[in-house]
C-alpha cells in the first residue's frame, strides 16, 4: 500500500528559529499533498494544498508567510514553520494523493513544541 | 460552510461488542467518504472508504454503511479489542475537489 513518512516526528525548538518538516510519498508519485495542523482532542484543521510545482494553496486564516510549503517534486514537500512562537506548537501532520484513486494516506504526524 | 459532524464524541464499549460509530454530513454533492482511525501520536490511518453509488461495504471486522437520504454514514466494528482504541474520524469529498473535510471524531474506548 501507499505510505508515506515524515519526519521529524518530534521536535523542540527555541522561540524565533525556524523548523522545517518533511512528508515524502515512498512508493507512489504524489500529484497532491496536504498539510494540516491538529490541537489536542480536535480534528484536523487544512492548513494548505500544494500541488507539485506550483504555489501552494492556503486554507483562509493561514500565513502564508509563516507557514512556507514548498512541493518541489511529486515525492516530497516540506513545511517550515518561520519564526516560530509557543503558540505554533502543535501537531502538524501531512497527506499525500496520487493521481489514480480517491483515496490520501497520512504522515505519522510531528509533534512541534516550541520554548 | 457545510460540514461533517457526529454524534458522540466518546463511545465505551467493553472488548468483544460491537461497536458503531456515527457521522451526519450536510454536503448532499459529497459522492466519497472515508473512515479514518487516529491511535495517540500518530497520523490517521486509512479503515475503509465508501462511494456513494453504494449503500454498505465490508471490510475486516468493519462495516460501513451509507444511507444518503438522511445523509448519514456510520462505522461498525465488530467484536471490539482493546487495539480499537482509538479515535475514528470520518471524511468526505465531493467530486473533482480530492479535498476531504474531516467530522469531529469519536473517541472509542474499549474496556478489557
Known amino acids: 500500500g501507499a505510505v508515506v513518512s515524515q519526519h521529524p516526528s518530534r521536535v523542540i525548538c527555541k522561540s524565533g528559529t525556524s523548523v522545517k518538516i518533511e512528508c515524502r510519498s515512498l512508493?507512489?508519485?504524489?500529484?497532491?499533498m496536504f498539510w494540516y495542523r491538529q490541537f489536542p482532542k480536535k480534528s484536523l484543521m487544512l492548513m494548505a494544498t500544494?500541488?507539485?510545482?506550483?504555489?501552494?494553496?492556503?486554507e483562509q486564516g493561514v500565513e502564508k508567510d509563516k507557514f512556507l510549503i514548498n512541493h518541489a517534486s511529486l515525492t516530497l514537500s516540506t513545511l517550515t514553520v518561520t519564526s516560530a512562537h509557543p503558540e505554533d506548537s502543535s501537531f502538524y501532520i501531512c497527506?499525500?494523493?496520487?493521481?489514480?484513486?480517491?483515496?490520501?494516506?497520512f504522515g505519522s504526524g510531528t509533534r512541534l513544541t516550541v520554548v | 460552510g457545510e460540514s461533517v459532524g457526529l454524534h458522540l464524541p466518546t463511545l465505551s464499549v467493553q472488548e468483544g461488542d460491537n461497536s458503531i460509530i456515527n457521522c451526519a454530513y450536510s454536503?448532499?454533492?459529497?459522492?466519497?467518504f472515508i473512515w479514518y482511525k487516529q491511535e495517540s501520536g500518530k497520523g490517521p490511518q486509512f479503515i475503509i472508504d465508501?462511494?456513494?453509488?453504494?449503500d454498505k461495504r465490508q471490510g475486516q471486522r468493519v462495516t460501513v454503511l451509507l444511507n444518503k437520504t438522511v445523509k448519514h454514514l456510520s462505522l461498525q466494528i465488530a467484536a471490539t479489542q482493546p487495539g480499537d482504541s482509538a479515535v475514528y474520524f470520518c471524511?468526505?469529498?465531493?467530486?473533482?475537489?480530492?479535498?476531504?473535510?474531516f467530522g469531529r471524531g469519536t473517541s472509542l474506548i474499549v474496556h478489557p
Open positions: 497527506s499525500a494523493r496520487g493521481d489514480r484513486s480517491y483515496g490520501y494516506t
Open positions: 512508493d507512489f508519485q504524489a500529484t497532491t
Open positions: 500544494s500541488n507539485e510545482g506550483s504555489k501552494a494553496t492556503y
Open positions: 454536503n448532499s454533492a459529497s459522492d466519497y
Open positions: 465508501i462511494r456513494s453509488n453504494m
Open positions: 471524511a468526505e469529498t465531493e467530486g473533482g475537489s480530492y479535498i476531504p473535510t
